[in-house]
């Protein structure tokens, strides 16, 4: 079944119907282009709105970065920047394989069709030229016809005429056969014009049209395959980016169970435990010596006594909770700051001493620590705080990590120029057996530099390690003075009125409460119990951005790392110019891969 045989006669339908599907085919591709339009504005949404909650680039001292919550609501960012890359391949596909080949396969069917049709014209334009010579033959025939007969009828009527002269019937007569020779020519030309019509018409209608109607119908078949196949390209170029879509959301899924909330705390405590030594407990204060030494309850002690005695068991109260809002400091009495006493407490036995309050610790802990040199300190923006080269001015914990990640990058640096010198004595060897090579000369600067270099280091590890031996025994020492006054039970309260025996066993327990008080042992302090983080994790840099493999890169070579088509990678550094990028695979690994074979997205 074709069009040729079958619809023959219907030139204007087939002619219509073609304008249709290729009316259809444009409307698709309109289609398309909108929805890739749609894609592209989702992916740009998505990608403000990643860019909008994802933090700057962290430093390596920022403590947010160290907490799981922090990494995972990052990584579940980043996931999202990379499904809305794969709702811009999305759009891109959609674009390329179906709106402009589409479009332009509908420009070339519109010619083929506009080339069939005028095809078509120009055949039924000449059957119409040739029945119109048809017709103009015919017509020449029989208006002949009609003259030959008049006058044959004319040469007949002189001839029967008695009054008419010979010449008139011989010239009736030569006339009549005039008009039946020119009849007869008409005739002849009207057959071969109706029989040369007849073979053309033959032709227009069993092969010339046929043939115009097969080709339209065969433009027509491929139009419709095509555009089935663009219809298949929509779900096709969805179907492509499901798998790296699926591992989008299997990040996200990772990045959600990844969330510790027990090493969370831990790195705060890690972050900001300051190793001062836990305040001890308050000695009772006996203000009853007073009463006990009056000679009479009529002169039960001074008035002008009772309000120092007040103000010094107020200042004890109001040093006994460090966390207190804004503890005014009031004026000194007199009696605090050697003045005059009463004679009532000055013959009187001494009063005990006070327990170890918070801020007579931190007075004795900033006490302890030396000042340094004015070069070594520069002055912090906002309260004013002095910091200092050594980080005194942080509390013991905080003092000494700080200390260790310096130590710690220091000797990364040293081992960095040590490694930097040996290759540059390497080369400088190689220099001398080869001079075609280079000139060793130029290398003393370089391998000079390099010494400095090593020589400014070892002095700088030197002194934070000096220091950082200082700042652990101070974290020891607190502890170690925690632990005893956590160990020692309280002192029971005086009831009974203090005698001379009492008074005695008074300045004995208060020499054991002095001794007590000493700062412990260096046995206490290597109790097993309190142990020193001396390792500081390093935080992994962070990435710069996400790729994505084009190619599959086997990494044979040392410093490489393979990959495989399609696989996600985190961009860890850019090309530097020599056609390589350093990233890291979410498996672990890092290592470098040709620039040529990604698809790199920066954040």
Not at 82 to 95: K, N, P, Y
Not at 138 to 162: M, V
Not at 227 to 243: H, T
Not at 247 to 270: F, R
Request: overall charge negative; glycine content about 6%.
């Amino acid at each position: 079944m074709d069009w040729g045989t079958e619809l023959w006669d219907q030139f204007e339908v087939l002619e219509r119907h073609t304008q249709w599907g290729l009316d259809l085919l444009d409307k698709y591709v309109k289609f398309v282009k909108e929805r890739a339009e749609v894609e592209q504005a989702y992916a740009k949404q998505l990608r403000s709105l990643v860019k909008k909650y994802l933090p700057k680039r962290p430093t390596k001292d920022d403590p947010e970065v160290k907490f799981s919550q922090q990494q995972s609501f990052v990584q579940l960012l980043q996931e999202v920047n990379d499904f809305a890359g794969q709702r811009e391949l999305v759009a891109e596909s959609l674009g390329i394989r179906v709106c402009l080949e589409l479009a332009k396969y509908s420009q070339e069917m519109k010619q083929e069709r506009k080339m069939h049709f005028q095809e078509g014209r120009r055949a039924q334009q000449q059957l119409e030229n040739g029945f119109k010579q048809l017709e103009t033959s015919k017509r020449k025939f029989e208006r002949d016809c009609r003259e030959a007969e008049k006058a044959a009828h004319t040469a007949e009527r002189l001839d029967q005429d008695i009054n008419a002269t010979k010449a008139d019937v011989e010239k009736a007569k030569q006339q009549a056969h005039l008009r039946n020779h020119m009849a007869e020519e008409s005739k002849n030309e009207y057959a071969a014009q109706l029989q040369r019509f007849n073979r053309d018409q033959a032709h227009f209608y069993f092969s010339q049209m046929p043939q115009i109607f097969d080709k339209l119908q065969d433009m027509d078949e491929r139009r419709a395959t095509r555009l089935g196949a663009g219809y298949g390209l929509l779900s096709e170029a969805e179907l492509q980016v499901v798998p790296i879509i699926g591992k989008c959301l299997e990040g996200m899924k990772v990045a959600a169970e990844s969330v510790d909330a027990k090493n969370d705390s831990q790195v705060l405590i890690e972050l900001h435990k300051s190793g001062f030594a836990r305040p001890g407990d308050l000695e009772f204060e006996d203000f009853s010596q007073v009463m006990n030494r009056v000679p009479s309850d009529s002169s039960l002690g001074t008035p002008d006594c009772r309000p120092e005695l007040r103000a010094a068991s107020s200042r004890s109260r109001a040093k006994r909770w460090p966390f207190g809002k804004k503890n005014k400091p009031r004026p000194p009495s007199l009696s605090l700051l050697g003045g005059h006493l009463p004679s009532t407490l000055s013959d009187g036995p001494p009063s005990p001493r006070s327990g170890r309050d918070p801020l007579a610790i931190l007075s004795e802990i900033s006490k302890s620590v030396k000042p340094r040199l004015a070069s070594f300190r520069s002055l912090r923006g906002g309260r004013g705080t002095v910091v200092t080269e050594d980080f005194s001015h942080l509390p013991p914990e905080q003092q000494r990590k700080r200390l260790q990640q310096q130590l710690e990058e220091r000797n990364r640096e040293l081992q960095k120029e040590e490694d930097q010198r040996e290759a540059l004595k390497k080369m400088k060897d190689v220099y001398e057996k080869t001079p075609q090579m280079g000139d060793p000369a130029s290398l003393e600067p370089r391998i000079a530099e390099t010494l400095g270099n090593i020589e400014r280091l070892k002095l700088e590890v030197q002194k934070y390690e000096a220091w950082l031996a200082e700042a652990e025994s101070r974290v020891l020492s607190n502890r170690g003075d925690s632990l005893s006054r956590h160990s020692r039970p309280p002192d029971p309260p005086a009831t009974a009125p203090p005698d001379s025996s009492s008074s005695s066993n008074n300045s004995g327990s208060q020499d054991n409460k002095e001794s007590s008080e000493e700062p412990p042992s260096e046995e206490g302090q290597d109790t097993p119990i309190y142990t020193e983080f001396d390792e500081d994790f390093e935080e992994p840099a962070s990435p710069i951005g996400q790729c994505v493999a084009i190619y599959h890169f086997e990494g044979s070579s040392e410093g490489t790392i393979s990959m495989s088509e399609g696989e996600d990678l985190s961009l860890m550094e850019e090309d530097k110019g020599d056609g390589w990028t350093r990233v890291r695979r979410k498996q672990g690994g890092e290592g470098y891969v040709p620039t040529s074979y990604l698809r790199v997205t920066l954040n």
